[in-house]
Each structure stands twice: as structure tokens, then as C-alpha cells.
């Protein structure tokens, strides 16, 4: 036996007869905790005070997720209508997806078409909010100036009020555009994206700008002392430490831009130009001949990206919504 097994095995008798911990290696001067035991409670007691907040939890995960499964369940089942689909298929069938992705199949082309216009238009939509957003903080943030608060509640206000109250005028302002610029007014995707450039700035501002406030202004005069100016400050030193809030902007606008329908079908009249989600419509409008399990299929298809994307994104959604929540 080696001198250094001899001395730790000294060690540990000097320590068991002296009931001390002198001598012992780091690893084994950990004090044990004593075990808490928490005295057992009623069914009515812990249900009043944890069980309530697990049953509602449970009431809305089965909300949430009941209309995915039944959408998935849809998807594989071998029945092409809703009359006789329930939750578990009484014949699973992979028909619609073969059908899918058939490269000899005239619905796919229209779907890819509708896809590509649905991940274009809110990929540019939602980088560009997040660009308006991040600078109409900074101002908000940084800059004191007469009308700021108003201007401030004035964005919020705005929000209060539902999005379809305007669309007559939105189509009218389209329609008029369209006379004066064709490239950016009705039915193409460009005046669509410039309307939504519009849609959710000033809750995305305010929230930016909760995040900029809790940024150490010192960094700000530091820059200034070094000779930076305005410009610089906000590209090199604010935004990149407001990435993760503008993260979490950019994300949930994707995914709301990408399943917008209302406005889409509003100003969207052409089937080349259709985005996602109006396109999908057209394969509920024949009475009898109404594509369910074809359907079902395209939509499992095109949101699994999204899906992908939020479960990876998570935990940056989480720490980019509540960074701002405490300043400081």
C-alpha cells in the first residue's frame, strides 16, 4: 500500500474517534444536511393549496393541445372527411402524405408557390419590424425630448384597438397606392408587407424598450467620452445587448405574420400570390369534394418548421420576454 493511502486511511481513523473532520479531504467535509420531512397533507388540504394550480394546468394543456392531435389524427387517417374523424383514426393511412409529396401531383405546385410567399413575406416583415422597433425604442430610451411619454402611450393606445376596425381603410389606401405605384399596392406581396410593417410596432417598441432601459447608460457616456456618436452607440454597444429581446420580437412575429389570414385575404386576390393561409382555403371550398385529409397533411407539413424553431428558441423567448421586466 502506497505512503498516500496509508496517511488517508490515518486520517479517516483519527476522524471517526475524535468525531471531527480535521484531517479529511476536502471532497469529505461536506456536512450532511438533515433529511426535511414535510408532514403528509389531506387530499382536501392539497388541493386547496397546490392541486388547483395542476388542474387548471391540466385544463388547458388538453385545450391547447386537442386541436393538434386532432389535426395530426386527420392527416393519417384513411377517411377524407370530417364526419367520421376522431381523435384515434379507426384506419391510419399515409395516402395524404404520399399524395403531398407527389411530385405528379397538380396541388403541389400551388402549395410550394404559397409556402415560399408565406416564409417571404414574413421573413422580411419581421426583420424590418424588428429594425423600426429597435430604433423607435432607442429614441424612447435614450433620448428625452417633449411629447416622449405621449408618444409612448399614444403606440400603446393604438394596440387597444382591433385590427380589422381598419381595413376598409387599409384596402382603400392600397387601392390607391396601386394607381400611383402597381409593384406596391393591391394583390402583391410587397403592399402586403408594408402593411404589416404597421401592425405590431408599438407593443414590439415597448418592449424593446424595457429591455434598453435596463442597459447602464454609463456605457453610453463611456462611448461618448471615447468620441462616439449616436449612431454608433446604438449599433455596436445597444443592440447587440438587446440581441436576445430582439430575438424574441423577431420569432413571435414570424410565427404571427406567417398564419395571418384576414388581411392576407383581404388584399391578396390572385392565386399566385396567395400566402399559406389563404391558399389552404381553397381546399374547403367545394361542398362535397372538400380535400380534409389533403388538407390536414399540408398543414402538419408547414408547421413543423415553426414548431422546430419554437422548441429550440424557448429559453431565449423566455429570458428575451422578462430581461426587461426589472430594471436595473
Do not use: C
Not at 394607381?179 to 399596392?185: D, E, H, K, S
Not at 434598453?212 to 456605457?219: A, G, N, R, T, Y
Not at 397533411?297 to 431565449?316: D, E, M
Amino acid at each position: 500500500m502506497a505512503a498516500s493511502d496509508k496517511e488517508l486511511e490515518a486520517r479517516v481513523e483519527t476522524a471517526a474517534k475524535t468525531g471531527g473532520q480535521r484531517g479529511m479531504p476536502f471532497a469529505w467535509r461536506r456536512a450532511k444536511k438533515p433529511k426535511v420531512v414535510y408532514p403528509p397533507q389531506s387530499p382536501k388540504m392539497w388541493l386547496k393549496t397546490v392541486g388547483w394550480r395542476h388542474l387548471i394546468a391540466i385544463i388547458a394543456s388538453i385545450f391547447a393541445i386537442y386541436p393538434v392531435l386532432y389535426i395530426v389524427s386527420s392527416s393519417l387517417s384513411a377517411q377524407d372527411n370530417l364526419a367520421g374523424a376522431s381523435l384515434i383514426p379507426k384506419e391510419f393511412s399515409l395516402d395524404s402524405y404520399k399524395e403531398f409529396f407527389n411530385p405528379e401531383n397538380p396541388n403541389l405546385t400551388p402549395f410550394t408557390t404559397w409556402l415560399r410567399n408565406s416564409w417571404i413575406v414574413a421573413l422580411v416583415a419581421a426583420s424590418l419590424n424588428v429594425a423600426l422597433a429597435a430604433m423607435a425604442a432607442y429614441a424612447f430610451s435614450r433620448f428625452r425630448f417633449k411629447g416622449r411619454r405621449t408618444g409612448l402611450l399614444g403606440l400603446l393606445l393604438v394596440q387597444i384597438f382591433p385590427q380589422f376596425l381598419a381595413f376598409v381603410a387599409i384596402l382603400l389606401i392600397m387601392i390607391n397606392i396601386g394607381n400611383i405605384f402597381p409593384g406596391i399596392g393591391l394583390n402583391t406581396l410587397a403592399g402586403l408587407t408594408l402593411v404589416y410593417l404597421g401592425g405590431a410596432i408599438g407593443f414590439n417598441t415597448f418592449l424593446i424598450k424595457g429591455f434598453m432601459d435596463s442597459v447602464p447608460e454609463s456605457l453610453d457616456e463611456s462611448a461618448r467620452v471615447d468620441g462616439a456618436g449616436v449612431g454608433t452607440i446604438f449599433w455596436k454597444i445597444i443592440l447587440p445587448l438587446a440581441r436576445p429581446a430582439l430575438a424574441v420580437i423577431f420569432i413571435i412575429s414570424f410565427i404571427n405574420l406567417f398564419g395571418e389570414f384576414l388581411l392576407a385575404r383581404t388584399l391578396l386576390s390572385s392565386t399566385e400570390n396567395f400566402t399559406l393561409a389563404v391558399g389552404l382555403q381553397l381546399f374547403t371550398n367545394a361542398d362535397y369534394g372538400a380535400k380534409w385529409g389533403l388538407l390536414s397533411a399540408s398543414v402538419v407539413v408547414a408547421a413543423f418548421p415553426i414548431v422546430l424553431t419554437f422548441l429550440v428558441a424557448q429559453r431565449a423567448i423566455v429570458s428575451g420576454l422578462t430581461g426587461g421586466a426589472v430594471k436595473g
